[in-house]
């Protein structure tokens, strides 16, 4: 049994929340977001807020599945209302990167420089060429843009080159002795 699922999500005054043919939405202005809500769980609003229950008609076992619906619920108010940020760190000699209007280059080392197009809701700022702050409503989204720009030169074992997240330890390896 879920006791994430269980917990009430108190909606602040200037969220407005709705949930109409299974899909759960919140605003703040114009921030928006949207979530279908799974077949499995229903909703359960009370004065203390909203929490999740696991459908009747699909008996008690998906309590995990109603967790997971709140803490999407959770995120989205936690988006609309302060956003969310992702900082990485490019580490090398010469990795470098370059607003072009919607798009990202970065210059890691290769032959060629890499062109990242950002998706619509996530917001890029560059400070002195290598550091790179995400942020987004979408917290999954803002993540997936991370781990993006972060597959295309992942950290080094040996010296830790490459696009890493600020405040992520790297363990290196130690190099080979005679």
Same mark, same amino acid.
């Given at each position: *049994?879920?006791?994430?699922?269980?917990?009430?999500?108190? +909606?602040?005054? #200037?969220?407005? /929340?709705?949930?109409? !043919? #299974?899909?759960?939405? =919140?605003?703040?202005?114009?921030?928006?977001?949207?979530?279908?809500?799974?077949?499995?769980?229903?909703?359960?609003? !009370?004065? #203390? @807020?909203?929490? /999740?229950?696991?459908?009747?008609?699909? @008996? #008690?076992?998906?309590?995990?599945?109603?967790?997971?619906?709140?803490?999407?619920?959770? !995120? *989205?108010?936690? @988006?609309?209302?302060?956003?969310?940020?992702?900082?990485?760190?490019?580490?090398?000699?010469?990795?470098?990167?370059?607003?072009?209007?919607?798009?990202? =280059?970065?210059?890691?080392?290769?032959?060629?420089? &890499?062109?990242?197009?950002?998706?619509?809701?996530? &917001?890029?700022?560059?400070?002195? &060429?290598? !550091? +790179?702050?995400?942020?987004?409503?979408?917290?999954?989204?803002?993540?997936?843009?991370?781990?993006? *720009? +972060?597959?295309?030169?992942?950290?080094?074992?040996?010296? @830790?080159?490459?696009?890493?997240?600020?405040?992520?330890?790297?363990?290196?390896?130690? =190099?080979?002795?005679?």
């Amino acid at each position: *049994m879920s006791r994430v699922a269980k917990k009430n999500i108190v +909606i602040p005054s #200037q969220v407005t /929340f709705s949930c109409e !043919n #299974q899909v759960l939405s =919140v605003s703040n202005g114009a921030k928006k977001l949207t979530q279908p809500l799974h077949p499995s769980v229903e909703l359960v609003q !009370n004065e #203390q @807020g909203v929490s /999740f229950r696991p459908s009747e008609k699909f @008996g #008690q076992s998906n309590w995990a599945m109603a967790g997971t619906t709140r803490a999407l619920l959770a !995120n *989205m108010i936690t @988006g609309v209302t302060d956003g969310f940020k992702v900082e990485l760190q490019l580490v090398g000699v010469g990795y470098r990167a370059k607003l072009q209007g919607r798009k990202v =280059v970065f210059t890691l080392g290769k032959s060629h420089p &890499d062109n990242f197009e950002l998706p619509d809701l996530v &917001d890029v700022n560059i400070e002195k &060429d290598v !550091n +790179i702050t995400l942020t987004s409503v979408d917290k999954q989204l803002v993540g997936q843009v991370a781990a993006k *720009m +972060i597959a295309l030169r992942v950290p080094d074992a040996y010296k @830790g080159k490459g696009v890493r997240k600020v405040g992520v330890s790297l363990k290196l390896k130690e =190099v080979k002795k005679k």
